[in-house]
């Protein structure tokens, strides 16, 4: 498959994939897939869409899981989408916390500037403009519209407070959850 295709989906994790948690998601028994989540992401697949996740996981910086703790919940994941025929392009997460300041912890465009940068999206200004960014939190959306990402709230999550809070980016779709998201898409009505 070609990393220049234009079929590219960006997704968040907690919250739009699997169970979110105040208490962080520290271990495989604590990654929990919300309902539908994973259908939705073989279906994306099914239909031609390679899926990149962009994830602020600062509990690796306040030691509340490790960095094997990480890739155990993300081969679980795997392990769970491969009977549904989906899968996970690739995953880009930031482990810093918000006082380290740095460029890549949502709402910051870092980890979007890598995406852009494994998918050749070559626009300098706007390189991610078309792609879909789907989240439950203002700093999901925040961090792909500085690219130009087309934004997606899902009401899962923390998605009902952020919808409740407002001052949503322009443009923003709200979908129950991904499984109304990924059907909306693929039915063109987004």
């Known amino acids: 498959m070609s990393t220049g295709s234009s079929k590219l989906i960006i997704l968040d994790r907690d919250g739009v994939i699997n169970e979110d948690s105040d208490d962080y998601v520290k271990s495989v028994d604590e990654w929990i897939p919300l309902p539908g989540s994973l259908e939705a992401i073989a ?103 500085a690219l130009g990402a087309t934004p997606h709230l899902v009401l899962t999550g923390k998605g009902e407070k952020t919808l409740a809070k407002g001052n949503l980016p322009d443009g923003t779709q709200i979908h129950a959850d991904l499984l109304a998201f990924a059907n909306a898409l693929l039915e063109d009505k987004v």
């Open 43 to 145: 279906l994306l697949n099914q239909a031609g869409y390679q899926i990149a996740i962009a994830t602020n996981q600062s509990g690796l910086s306040r030691g509340y899981f490790t960095i094997n703790d990480l890739h155990a919940m993300h081969s679980k994941m795997d392990s769970l989408l491969k009977p549904l025929g989906g899968r996970i392009d690739s995953i880009f997460f930031c482990p810093h916390q918000d006082a380290h300041q740095c460029d890549c912890r949502k709402p910051a465009p870092g980890l979007m500037k890598e995406i852009a940068l494994r998918y050749k999206k070559t626009d300098s200004i706007k390189p991610l403009t078309g792609t879909p960014i789907v989240g439950d939190s203002l700093r999901d959306l925040q961090a792909g519209v």
